[in-house]
């Protein structure tokens, strides 16, 4: 299943979904036993909880940058330069025990925002051109249907195999058998009797 990445990528999130309660429930607990304010920085249990913290996320992280910016080139909305230029380093956040970067979480927002208008814009070209197709077809099929000739039967008449109007409520002559009726005589069963077995 890991095969395809977007599976791959689930339950990785679920993985680190699932590390992140057991980091939260062990920190929660160490807080309480040295008498330490949970979540505040400074001390040497907070700085523990931030290195296993960035450990469960940062690939989290640099996957969904990854995605991000992959997805960002494909609609040709501009990415940050290189995350070791100076000017653009707080764009990106260093993941030291991976050693790369992946985008800040402000950055990420902007992205989304300018992929989601660029997407909503080549939709409303598609909409555009595929409103002109159908309006191009349905004339065709317009013009279509007047060069038919109607057909000359009137109400309640059918074409029959050899092609004459036949009408429809016409009771079947001697000559001309009911559909689905049986040729030769018909037959009679006889009545079943209480007397006789």
């Known amino acids: 299943m890991r095969k395809l990445q977007f599976v791959a990528d689930w339950?990785?999130?679920r993985e680190a979904q699932r590390e992140d309660r057991k980091l939260r429930a062990w920190y929660e607990a160490e807080a309480k036993k040295w008498n330490e304010p949970p979540y505040e920085d400074g001390g040497l249990l907070s700085a523990e909880f931030t290195r296993r913290y960035?450990?469960?996320?940062?690939?989290?992280?640099v996957r969904r940058s990854q995605k991000l910016i992959a997805l960002a080139q494909?609609?040709?909305?501009?990415?940050?330069p290189s995350p070791t230029d100076p000017d653009f380093q707080t764009k990106w956040v260093s993941s030291?025990?991976?050693?790369?970067y992946y985008l800040s979480y402000e950055e990420e927002n902007r992205l989304?925002?300018?992929?989601?208008?660029?997407?909503r814009q080549r939709d409303d070209e598609l909409r555009k051109w595929a409103t002109l197709l159908i309006s191009v077809l349905a004339f065709i099929l317009a013009l279509?249907?007047?060069?038919?000739?109607?057909?000359?039967?009137?109400?309640?008449?059918?074409?029959?195999?050899?092609?004459?109007?036949?009408f429809?409520?016409?009771?079947?002559?001697?000559?001309?058998?009911?559909?689905?009726?049986?040729?030769?005589?018909?037959?009679?069963?006889?009545?079943?009797?209480?007397?006789?077995?």
């Not at 960035?54 to 992280?61: L, Q």
């Not at 989304?112 to 997407?119: A, G, L």
């Open 144 to 166: 279509v249907s007047l060069t038919r000739k109607p057909d000359p039967c009137p109400t309640n008449y059918y074409r029959s195999d050899s092609g004459a109007c036949v």
């Open 11 to 13: 339950l990785d999130l």
């Open 74 to 80: 494909k609609y040709g909305v501009r990415i940050p």
């Open 54 to 61: 960035d450990e469960i996320w940062d690939p989290v992280s």
């Open 96 to 100: 030291p025990h991976l050693g790369t």
């Open 112 to 119: 989304k925002r300018e992929i989601t208008v660029e997407k």
């Open 168 to 197: 429809a409520l016409q009771k079947a002559t001697p000559s001309q058998p009911q559909q689905g009726s049986l040729s030769g005589p018909p037959v009679h069963a006889a009545k079943p009797s209480p007397f006789r077995p």
